[in-house]
Structure formats: C-alpha cells, structure tokens
C-alpha cells in the first residue's frame, strides 16, 4: 500500500490551477490541474484521482 502524502497548494496558486483545469491546451495537464485542484479544497488524493479519472499512481505522482 502507497504512504499517504500530504502537501499544500499556496493560495495564489489555487486560482492558477482553476484557471489551467479548463484552460490548458493538453488534456492531460488539464487532469492533473483537476487533481491537484481537488486536494487543494480538501480532498483525499485517492478521491481527487478518481474525480478528476486518474489512477491513484497518477495522483500519487
């Protein structure tokens, strides 16, 4: 089983990445906006990996 991690998104990052989850040009990068995102606002990583159809070793990463 994977260690929980734990990080924090600065705040002014927070919009950047609201901005990037629908803006970016690559899907991907998108997806991975969407997880961090998502853990920004206090979700589990597991549960932002799922939400934003990731696997949870994407997430992890």
């Known amino acids: 089983?994977?260690?929980?991690i734990s990080f924090s998104?600065?705040?002014?990052?927070?919009?950047?990445?609201a901005e990037l989850r629908y803006g970016?040009?690559?899907p991907r990068v998108q997806q991975r906006c969407w997880v961090l995102w998502l853990v920004s606002q206090?979700?589990?990583l597991q549960r932002a990996s799922?939400?934003?159809?990731?696997?949870r070793i994407s997430g992890w990463r």
């Open 42 to 44: 206090g979700l589990p």
């Open 24 to 26: 970016h040009p690559h």
């Open 9 to 17: 998104v600065p705040e002014e990052d927070v919009s950047r990445l």
């Open 50 to 55: 799922e939400l934003a159809g990731v696997s």
């Open 1 to 4: 089983m994977a260690r929980p």
